[in-house]
């Protein structure tokens, strides 16, 4: 594994963390347990036992509260206090020899996690105007998938995964956009006086 893909690795990583951190730990964990991942010695930590145990009770717990509208903001919302740091420590580890941490990395990886981070919980607050439950659960298992998919690539292609995530990063983005405008309409159209044709 080049010094290259192990940096790509550790940015990519970090942006998974802001999605999904404990699921993002678990995932790497259990892989490199198995022989399916090559991890870089930095992340070789999630390997152990505990770490998967511990993970993945967590990834579960955020698996049903990520489903349930309000519920999954105020997770998300409070996980802003652990997948910055989390996504920073991921991206240092990753390039990590000799158990010092890079600034700049972290700096990095503290990035992805916040761009993400802040792409979901932002998209998934609006999701939560809408009284339907449908729209919430689908971009839930959406971010699933997103983290279960994006490890296996990141480790398998890191060029292609690290193409893949933008193009993530911008319809995310794009997503959030369009909702917004979609928000902000219907809101000033219920702001409108009615007009009952009375003269």
């Known amino acids: 594994m080049t010094a290259t893909h192990v940096f790509i690795i550790g940015i990519l990583v970090a942006w998974l963390a802001g999605i999904r951190v404990y699921l993002t730990v678990f995932g790497m964990g259990v892989a490199g347990a198995m022989g399916w991942l090559d ?9 152990s036992p505990w770490v998967i145990g511990i993970s993945g009770i967590l990834a579960g717990a955020e698996f049903f509260a990520d489903k349930i509208p309000g519920v999954d903001t105020g997770w998300d ?14 991206a240092a580890s990753a390039i990590s020899t000799d158990g010092n941490m890079s600034a700049g990395m972290l700096a990095a990886g503290a990035g992805a996690a916040l761009t993400s981070h802040t792409l979901k919980t932002a998209t998934r607050g609006l999701l939560n105007t809408s009284p339907e439950p449908v729209s919430n659960w689908t971009a839930s298992a959406t971010e699933d998938m997103t983290a279960i998919g994006g490890l296996a690539l990141i480790f398998a292609h890191p060029e ?9 990063t911008i319809l995310m983005a794009l997503v959030l956009w369009w909702l917004w405008k979609k928000i902000r309409a219907l809101r000033d159209r219920l702001n409108q006086p009615i007009n009952l044709g009375l003269k």
């Open 39 to 47: 991890l870089p010695n930095g992340l070789e930590v999630a390997q």
């Open 77 to 90: 919302l409070l996980h802003t206090l652990l997948r910055i740091p989390a996504g920073a420590f991921l």
């Open 160 to 168: 292609i995964a690290a193409v893949v995530i933008l193009l993530v």
